[in-house]
């Protein structure tokens, strides 16, 4: 058994809506990031790649990279769970936590942990995402961007 945490943030820039988990959510700002700035996959994917000790997202999906600019972070997770693969390694379960003060995202958490079980290929019952607000304090609480905590446990094959 291997466990791996991951943690993400980004910021808000102009735009219209935020891609949580894979999800489209409407807002009144967009992320600023090279890729589609999906904190929660971000997080996912590093704790994901920490727990079979494959480094980071940074190291394979480096923001000096141009083939990344503007990417849907599914298919980075998707490229992190076939290194997993390959290395025998199996998603027991998943908990994400999103740390935002708005928009509120109670309505999406349903459509999210599905969008993450369809990417794994594992059970919905395995894979939990949860929000919280920072009470209006730090960057978070400010609205000036969203934070995201991923803890994964892995097994070998």
Known sequence: MRIGHGFDVHAFCEGDSIVLCGVRIPH?????????????????CD???GAAALGDIGRHFPDTDAQYAGIDSKILLRHVV???RQKKFCCV???ITIVAQRPKLQPHIEAMCQSIADV???????????????????????EEGIAAYAVVLLETL
Do not use: P, Y
């Not at 929000?131 to 304090?137: N, R």
């Open 120 to 142: 794994i290929g594992i059970d919905r019952n395995l894979v939990n995402v949860k929000a919280t607000t920072s009470e209006k304090l730090g960057f978070t609480g400010r």
């Open 82 to 84: 076939e290194l997993l």
């Open 47 to 49: 704790a994901l790649l």
């Open 28 to 44: 009144n700002k967009a992320f600023k990031a090279h890729s589609d700035g999906d904190v929660a996959l971000h997080a996912l």
């Open 93 to 95: 379960n998943l908990d």
